[in-house]
């Protein structure tokens, strides 16, 4: 059974950690990286969440079809 509590604030928001392996938090505006396809599903969520929180943009393109997997670019650009 579930104990029902009251009065408990609720904590703030976290702002996504800026630990990352991309450098999204170090970014400028005009500023772009290129990762290769295995890694785009994951630097594009973690965009996403810390455009979201801080205010941010960024957009990305596929830049390269190699042999093996795709290269895109990620850019700021707001």
Excluded: C, Q
Excluded at 15 to 25: D, E, G, M, N, Q
């Amino acid at each position: 059974m579930y104990e029902i509590k009251k009065g408990v604030p609720l904590p703030p928001r976290k702002l996504p950690s800026t630990k990352s392996r991309f450098p999204i938090a170090e970014m400028e505006v005009g500023d772009m990286f290129e990762v290769r396809g295995s890694e785009y599903s994951g630097v594009t969520s973690y965009a996403n969440k810390h455009g979201k929180a801080t205010g941010k943009k960024f957009e990305s393109r596929r830049l390269k079809l190699a042999a093996t997997e795709a290269i895109y670019g990620i850019w700021r650009t707001e």
